[in-house]
């Protein structure tokens, strides 16, 4: 898979949708095949845990609370980790059948304004 404007090849519109098109597709599959996504979504899910937790105490209602504020529905999963797997299967779900799948340059970081020479 070649990025739309390196050196590699002209670009293209029909070179831009392919590009775009495979990597929706190796996202996808990332997501359906790599523990690795599984772990950063738990990790992510745990963060967000963490406050509710601090507030409730209860690290149940603190995933619910969590999942609830992504827009999934009770029953929900008893732990960090198979909820990390339920997203992890729902997001390459949606990948699989995107009809648009935008791809753009990273962003740079933001950095302070410098004050002073």
Not at 102 to 116: A, E, F, I, K, Y
């Amino acid at each position: 898979m070649v990025a739309p404007g390196s050196n590699a090849h002209r670009w293209s519109a029909a070179g831009a949708a392919r590009f775009a098109r495979e990597a929706r597709a190796s996202a996808a599959e990332y997501l359906r095949r790599s523990t690795l996504a599984v772990e950063q979504i738990e990790f992510l899910l745990r963060t967000g845990m963490h406050v509710y937790h601090r507030s409730h105490g209860d690290a149940r209602r603190a995933l619910a609370q969590v999942l609830a504020g992504c827009g999934y529905e009770a029953p929900f999963p008893d732990d960090a980790m198979a909820a990390a797997r339920m997203i992890a299967h729902d997001e390459a779900q949606r990948l699989s059948r995107a009809q648009l799948y935008v791809v753009s340059p990273d962003m740079p970081m933001w950095s302070p304004p410098r004050h002073g020479p």
